[in-house]
């Protein structure tokens, strides 16, 4: 793992690693398939940047309504020492809090340097895990290992200790109306918490304890219905932990992927940055548009050369796994012979090639026939 | 999705325009439908910001609030969305059919026609859903009283969202998606969710192919994203500094037109384009069926019009006979309206087709008058054998029937390769010789399908006082509480 790490800063042409957030790291495993992704994640390049560079900005913006109200739903949250809060999980969700302890670990003695933050939460949990002391710790710092990398992260949550156990709160502003709440953002709210849960976890072997005392059990505050009431709702995060553990263990193997790029490879800025990005293969799909920087570079060149997972991951399985558009084609119209493999493929595709012309011929005969209305048979056309 | 429709994805991909999934419209679209473009604002579950609302392409009325966060201005917007929208649904009735009586006598009406909602998106009919869900409940009395109207469009607006999930309803529609359902583009579907795409790649622009415009539609500035979520760009550039203008003027006229004239700029792009849509639609040739499913939707829009004084507003949750029942009925509708469009459109039941499910193909031999003389009494069972490409995944006995004429039934007999030999069994007159026409002669293209409308029929479920204690019991009945009425709108 330390022999990549010159690779990797090589990679980044000089530039500093970018940090992960919960978001990029719950992100990685979205598409665990793309080397480019892999590659570029694990040294810690700045996608947005080199997205810039090649002329494919980003479009992830967010607009100061939405950070202003999640601000300020976060503030009344934790307002007075989280009173808010605390009469959410006694009240709402029956927990037997008994007695409180509020511990910001945002700024320790004026100093916001990351390892003395980082070495605060250690020393604070570890207590709290021996003792028993202590409720509610929040902005806990964390570290976990990207790629033989630490990488820091800045949690908006609370560590929240009930009988022994640490449990994960985090607060959202997306509302929950009559108990639901829109299906994505919770899903996206759960990949993060993953993340957090499993910092946690890690911290708490490290400090000699047994992990499953960070609970896969996380608590999600969001404003009830209309108002800006908070309702608690408890959410399991075991099947994205296992998605993230996977994946991180599989990050870990970068190197295998760096021994087959140039030695000389970097994503520095200049006239070479296409071509060294191209250099790492991508697995372009519609959903990196909601995850990845690189998505509309990788998007431009999957359509460049045709390649049929850009219309989407269900075309590509429609298409027994055809990976260009010229070739289903030409498997469809007869003119490639399919190989052994291919050849289910190509007979549905030409069953289907052959049944979407007899029925728009048919259309066409009867409305030559029938003498439609030139809008009609404009419109027709001009759809054909 | 398919082999098939994927097949068209491809060829629109390499021709950049648009392919027909369709050769009828499967939907109905009104003479006069209310096209609605809404905006929310960011970061909150459904403060309106804005409409732009009409049911003429010259005749669009602009609706804003001009600090989205100031309850009363919300709920004036609200009392005076509920007014066109009202409007509308009383115009929009048309005529009153008489109905013969129920089965217990009952009078029974039907009006001559029913108003239609068209947004552009899911997100459009996701935001009419939570408006409704935000003021059906409002009290029109008491220290937090709205507009007696505000109460009445919330529940209009949840009747809207309900039969937006009814399969085959066309009271409110989410323009994407009916576009979606009539042309395949050669981008993904993650993409043909932006209207100005999607349009771009059916009737691009002069001088541009369907790639060119719908990249071009992806940029903000030139195309302002048809909501209901705005363009973070704008709403920290433009709509951010004129409502703290319009707060700063403490509600000057003049703010308020600035601040009116910005958002105006980012509805128009959408709302003509809507109205291009619609003129699409219209060009293509009605489906056999539409008229049938509108009939129904116009039934439902009856009942719910003349029950409307007597009932709570819908409640928070379904109690569970009545859940149980609306997903029994969207089961069936589902169902049904597959199999409609199937029997309506060729290049639909090419899908069945593909699928193995039907086939095509031309008569090669027919006995029309063959008689089963097996019984006490002969019958007519004409054999028709029809030679087919097409991979039939059908097992001899099953009943198909054709998809020309659905009451033409048969039996399948014997399956050989390239061909299908079917013993007819109804559909031909009640004679021992079938009425001329009836049997398809040799030569004849013809196609069968084991499709059918109506698979499944109506289940019985208890009455709400006989829920099963499996379910919870019989619910209590559901009286609208003080609590409803004065829940914050924040």
Request: with cysteine; charged share 25%; proline share 12%.
């Given at each position: 793992m330390t022999e990549t790490a010159p690779d990797l800063d090589r990679l980044r042409g000089g530039a500093p690693p970018r940090n992960h957030d919960a978001r990029t790291i719950a992100a990685?495993?979205?598409?665990?398939?793309?080397a480019r992704r892999g590659v570029m994640d694990a040294a810690g390049v700045d996608k947005d940047a080199v997205a810039r560079e090649l002329?494919?900005?980003?479009?992830?913006g967010q607009s100061q309504f939405a950070i202003t109200r999640g601000n300020a739903f976060e503030a009344q949250v934790k307002a007075d020492g989280c009173a808010e809060l605390l009469t959410l999980l006694r009240?709402?969700?029956?927990?037997?809090?008994p007695e409180v302890a509020y511990d910001d670990l945002e700024v320790v003695a004026g100093n916001e340097g990351r390892e003395l933050r980082h070495a605060r939460t250690r020393r604070l949990l570890a207590r709290a895990l021996e003792?028993?002391?202590?409720?509610l710790f929040d902005h806990p710092l964390l570290r976990l290992e990207i790629a033989g990398q630490l990488a820091y992260l800045e949690p908006d949550v609370i560590a929240f200790q009930l009988a022994g156990r640490l449990h994960v709160i985090e607060i959202k502003s997306f509302a929950v109306v009559d108990g639901q709440a829109e299906p994505e953002q919770v899903a996206a709210a759960a990949r993060q918490s993953a993340v957090y849960v499993l910092a946690l976890r890690r911290l708490v072997s490290e400090l000699g304890?047994?992990?499953?005392?960070?609970?896969h059990e996380v608590f999600l505050v969001c404003p009830e219905n209309f108002s800006n009431r908070p309702v608690a709702a408890p959410l399991d995060v075991r099947p994205q932990l296992a998605v993230l553990e996977r994946q991180l263990a599989r990050l870990t193997r970068i190197d295998r992927i760096l021994d087959a790029?140039?030695?000389?490879l970097t994503f520095g800025p200049g006239a070479a940055l296409a071509d060294a990005v191209r250099t790492v293969e991508a697995r372009y799909a519609p959903e990196c548009m909601a995850g990845c920087e690189m998505a509309f570079f990788c998007r431009d060149e999957a359509r460049a050369c045709g390649a049929t997972g850009a219309l989407g991951r269900s075309v590509r399985d429609d298409l027994g796994g055809v990976d260009t558009i010229g070739t289903a084609l030409a498997l469809a119209d007869g003119s490639l012979d399919p190989s052994d493999d291919l050849a289910e493929t190509a007979a549905q595709l030409r069953t289907a090639a052959r049944l979407r012309d007899e029925a728009l011929a048919a259309v066409r005969a009867e409305t030559l026939a029938g003498a439609p209305t030139p809008e009609a048979r404009g419109a027709r056309d001009g759809a054909a | 999705m398919s082999a098939l429709t994927s097949l068209a994805q491809l060829r629109a991909a390499v021709d950049g325009i648009a392919q027909p999934l369709?050769?009828?419209?499967h939907c109905h679209v009104a003479e006069a439908p209310l096209v609605l473009v809404p905006l929310k604002l960011a970061g909150?579950?459904?403060?309106?910001?804005?409409v732009l609302v009409g049911?003429?392409?010259?005749d669009a009325s602009l609706l804003v609030v001009?600090?989205?966060?100031?309850r009363d201005l919300r709920f004036q917007f609200a009392a005076e969305f509920a007014k066109l929208v009202l409007n509308h649904i009383e115009t929009s009735r048309g005529g009153v059919e008489e109905l013969p009586p129920g089965k217990d006598g009952d009078e029974r009406i039907r009006y001559g026609d029913a108003p239609q909602l068209l947004v552009p998106n899911r997100g459009g009919v996701g935001f009419l859903r939570l408006l409704g869900r935000s003021t059906?409940?409002?009290?029109?009395?008491?220290?937090?009283a709205v507009d007696p109207a505000v109460p009445v469009l919330g529940r209009w607006l949840t009747w809207f969202a309900d039969r937006y999930?009814?399969?085959?309803?066309?009271?409110l529609r989410a323009m994407t998606e009916v576009l979606r359902l009539h042309w395949a583009t050669g981008q993904s579907s993650l993409e043909d969710g932006n209207l100005a795409a999607l349009l771009g790649w059916i009737d691009p622009p002069d001088g541009l192919d369907g790639p060119a415009a719908a990249a071009r539609a992806e940029d903000p500035v030139t195309c302002p994203p048809a909501g209901p979520a705005t363009d973070p760009t704008f709403d920290n550039e433009v709509l951010a500094p004129a409502i703290a203008a319009y707060d700063r003027s403490g509600g000057d006229h003049r703010a308020e037109e600035r601040l009116r004239g910005a958002i105006a700029g980012q509805l128009e792009p959408t709302w003509e384009l809507m109205w291009r849509a619609v003129g699409l639609l219209r060009a293509l040739p009605e489906g056999a069926s539409v008229p049938g499913r509108w009939e129904r939707d116009r039934d439902a829009f009856t009942y719910y019009h003349q029950t409307f004084g007597e009932a709570y507003p819908q409640a928070r949750r379904d109690p569970p006979v009545r859940a149980a029942r609306r997903l029994h009925d969207l089961e069936r509708a589902q169902d049904a309206y597959d199999a409609q469009r199937a029997f309506d459109d060729p290049l639909v039941m090419a899908e069945y087709r593909l699928a193995g499910q039907a086939f095509g193909g031309v008569?090669?031999?027919?006995?029309?008058?063959?008689?089963?003389?097996?019984?006490k009494r002969p019958k007519l069972r004409p054999h028709l054998r029809v030679g087919t490409a097409d991979p039939v995944r059908l097992d001899v006995g099953t009943t198909v029937c054709n998809?020309?004429?659905?009451?033409?039934k048969g039996k399948i007999v014997e399956l050989a390769a390239g061909s299908v030999l079917l013993e007819l069994t109804g559909g031909?007159?009640?004679?021992?010789t079938a009425e001329p026409g009836s049997v398809p002669r040799p030569g004849e293209r013809v196609c069968f399908t084991s499709l059918s409308e109506g698979s499944f029929g109506a289940a019985k479920f208890p009455d709400r006082e006989d829920t099963p204690w499996t379910h919870g019991g019989p619910p209590e009945e559901y009286v609208p509480t003080d609590e409803d009425a004065e829940e914050e709108w924040s």
């Open positions: 990685l495993t979205a598409n665990p398939g793309c002329g494919f900005p980003s479009p992830f009240d709402g969700l029956g927990l037997a809090v003792s028993g002391e202590g409720t304890h047994d992990p499953a005392r960070v609970s790029l140039p030695g000389d | 369709a050769t009828v419209r909150e579950a459904a403060a309106p910001l804005a049911a003429a392409r010259d001009p600090q989205p966060r100031n059906r409940f409002r009290s029109t009395e008491g220290p937090y999930d009814h399969p085959g309803s066309s009271l008569v090669t031999d027919c006995e029309p008058d063959r008689l089963d003389e097996t019984g998809a020309a004429r659905p009451a033409l031909m007159g009640r004679k021992l």
